[in-house]
């Protein structure tokens, strides 16, 4: 497992201590021109779950693999918080967000890859 793949990994292990639901990684490796290798997407039921998902995802991050996001937004309102993490972008919505965004499909020729909800 590369670094890239053990910071996808530790993130979703971040999401899921805060009970992060429906979360797909969306493996972009193989599309020439994309804006980073994965892409994970969850989603939290109240902007107060959303931000704890964050802070979840930045804590996992930091402590377990030594990174820091390179630019967090969003997460004044926490409807939908970005994670910049250069080679992995983090995106955590509120449901109806999500659905309206619908980022699955933006980049449905891509390995997308659902993870099983802990509850």
């Not at 996808?8 to 804006?35: F, H, P, R, W, Y």
């Amino acid at each position: 497992m590369d670094q890239t793949e053990a910071l996808v990994k530790t993130i979703v292990e971040g999401l899921q201590e805060k009970k992060g639901k429906n979360i797909v990684t969306v493996d972009l490796t193989q599309l020439s021109g994309s804006i980073c290798q994965y892409m994970i997407i969850c989603e939290g039921s109240t902007p107060t779950q959303v931000s704890a998902l964050s802070d979840s995802a930045w804590d996992f991050a930091h402590r377990k693999a030594g990174e820091k996001p390179l630019s967090i937004d969003g997460a004044q309102r926490a409807e939908w918080i970005g994670m910049d993490y250069g080679t992995v972008l983090v995106h955590i919505f509120l449901p109806e967000l999500r659905e309206f965004y619908n980022l699955e499909n933006l980049w449905s020729d891509a390995k997308v890859t659902q993870i099983v909800d802990l509850d």
